[in-house]
């Protein structure tokens, strides 16, 4: 499986990215500048964190406007996995490919740790390696990680299982402590943690990488044929 690691002007987590796929994985990655006008070769799209354009604005909203994002719409509407990490989960809000938006943390800090998420759906082809009500460590690292919606959004979110993770503990004010969600059609996901940096038990643990090998196996049921 090939993956595409968009890299925008202020991504920091793109080598994390790349390393989880490359070295943890097994699976072939590739970084891809934010000016880029085809990902038609790639089988699965990666937005990584940081702090693209600087966050200026909003943040996400003016990485949402480059000539990549055309494209991620367009695999996304094909089907393909798209996973948009803590600001790649930022500037898919923007693009309209996920619902809701981020903003700042209740307490008005950035904040950097390892907490406890809990797998609210593992029937989605993100989470497919893990139990519903598991418990993984994370790490965070945000100042806008608290996710709102309107009342409406939120009943959509809940009757279409859309919410993927959840935070043990309310730490940063997101409603009904929602860490990640998926689009209703289940290959688009959004999340303020990293799993990318939680792939190994010498840094973080590896809760994160099952999370990674739920997309490959997911993939490989659907296109590879066995003899």
């Known amino acids: 499986m090939k993956f595409a690691v ?6 920091n987590c793109d080598l994390d990215m790349y390393h989880a796929i490359k070295d943890e994985l097994g699976e072939e990655a590739e970084y891809v500048w934010h000016d880029s006008t085809d990902l038609s070769q790639y089988d699965g799209i990666l937005l990584p964190g940081g702090f693209s354009y600087g966050d200026y604005l909003r943040c996400g909203a003016i990485a949402q406007s480059s000539a990549v994002m055309d494209e991620v719409r367009k695999a996304a509407e ?6 948009g990490i803590c600001n790649g989960f930022q500037i898919l809000t923007e693009a309209g490919l996920l619902p809701g938006v981020l903003l700042r943390n209740k307490n008005l800090k950035f904040m950097c740790k390892t907490v406890g998420l ?3 759906n593992a029937n989605t082809l993100f989470t497919n390696e893990y139990e519903v ?4 460590q994370i790490p965070i690292a945000h100042g ?3 996710y ?6 939120y009943e959509q979110l809940q009757k279409n299982n859309q919410i993927v993770f959840s935070y043990a503990d309310d730490f ?3 409603r009904n402590q929602i860490a990640g969600i998926i689009n209703e059609r289940g290959n688009v996901l959004g999340m303020m943690p990293h799993p990318e940096r939680a792939v190994s038990e010498l ?3 590896n809760d994160g990488l099952a999370l990674f090998k739920s997309i490959v196996k997911q993939w490989r049921e659907a296109n590879v044929t066995h003899a």
């Open 148 to 153: 709102y919606c309107d009342d409406e959004t």
């Open 172 to 174: 940063n004010g997101s």
């Open 133 to 136: 009500g598991q418990e993984i």
């Open 203 to 205: 840094i973080n643990g």
């Open 144 to 146: 806008e990680g608290n």
């Open 118 to 120: 809990k797998v609210e």
């Open 78 to 83: 094909a089907g393909k996995p798209v996973l």
């Open 6 to 11: 968009i890299v925008f002007p202020g991504s």
